[in-house]
């Protein structure tokens, strides 16, 4: 019904950026409320940043704020993760999130994409 692709992911130095793109398909974007998880190699899957259906309000983790923008684009139906100053904690797979209720972001979605590789290097 929904689905949600990402790209965007790859190697950089630490201090680079990189953007996250991640495409809304089966729904228009402002359906729901959106946002980005990641996952590091033997972690648990973690909350990253969210953003409203209004695109009016987001939140972010407390490692990555100041750092990391979420964003959208109603007319491309896509949902961004704009990240700089990345250091090698920030590597993990992330992966876009769809849900109905904004709160609910914070610890889990309904939609889930398959996720993008972020790898720091120092």
């Known amino acids: 019904q929904v689905r949600l692709v990402e790209s965007g992911g790859g190697s950089v130095q630490a201090g680079g950026s990189l953007r996250l793109s991640c495409v809304v398909s089966?729904?228009?974007?402002?359906?729901?409320?959106t946002g980005w998880f990641r996952q590091a190699p033997g972690k648990e899957r973690e909350f990253v940043a969210r953003?409203?259906?209004?695109?009016?309000?987001?939140t972010y983790a407390d490692s990555v704020k100041g750092r990391f923008t979420v964003s959208k684009d109603n007319a491309k139906n896509t949902v961004y993760l704009q990240m700089n100053s990345l250091k090698p904690e920030d590597t993990a797979v992330y992966y876009c999130?769809?849900?109905?209720?904004?709160?609910?972001?914070?610890?889990?979605?309904?939609?889930g994409g398959q996720g993008t590789r972020v790898t720091v290097s120092s």
């Open positions: 999130a769809a849900d109905r209720t904004f709160i609910n972001l914070e610890t889990k979605y309904e939609y």
């Open positions: 089966g729904r228009r974007v402002n359906d729901y409320h």
């Open positions: 953003i409203s259906r209004s695109g009016n309000m987001t």
